[in-house]
């Protein structure tokens, strides 16, 4: 059976292998003339919707300028939706994905931090629960071996004294 890396691994690979579709000698520039789904075939392509025009992805800068093509009329991975709304979503949702491990996180402290103050009372008064017990009991002995001490004449300071 393949463990979870393996798995991860074999999906990283073939994701891979389908995203470069296109021929690694060809420049984006010759796609050209043709519709954006064949141009974002390549992974490295960028179409702008505005000039109709197919161009290499600048991966220096990790955004393409806005004299290279504005945001809202580039196409990147997706035909039909544009490379600003594009940034957008996966921030909001990376954003929602972060905020809710956070709140997981802080929620898993805070109730595993409850449930131990809740145990260490609990055990408190069992505790003292306990020692009232035994205090009642060792009273009670001691009552009881006082009217012993008595019944038998022992009782005084010194319960040896007698003997001496």
Known sequence: MMDFRSFVLLLFG????????AAPGISCEAYNGT??????????????????MCLTYPAQTILPSQAFCPLNESRWGL????????IIT?????????IAFLVC?????????????????KMERQTSKTKEK????????????EEIRKKYGLYGSNPYSKFS
């Open 14 to 21: 073939l994701v891979t292998v389908l995203a470069q579709t």
């Open 35 to 52: 519709n954006c789904q064949e141009c974002l075939s390549n992974v490295t392509c960028l179409w702008c919707q505005k000039t109709k």
């Open 79 to 86: 035909c039909w939706m544009n490379f600003q709304a594009l």
């Open 90 to 98: 996966l921030s909001v949702v990376g954003g929602a994905i972060i």
């Open 105 to 121: 996180l802080f929620c898993c402290c805070k109730c595993e931090r409850i449930g131990s103050y809740r145990f260490n009372a």
């Open 134 to 145: 035994q205090q009642e009991r060792k009273a009670e002995m001691k009552m009881r071996h």
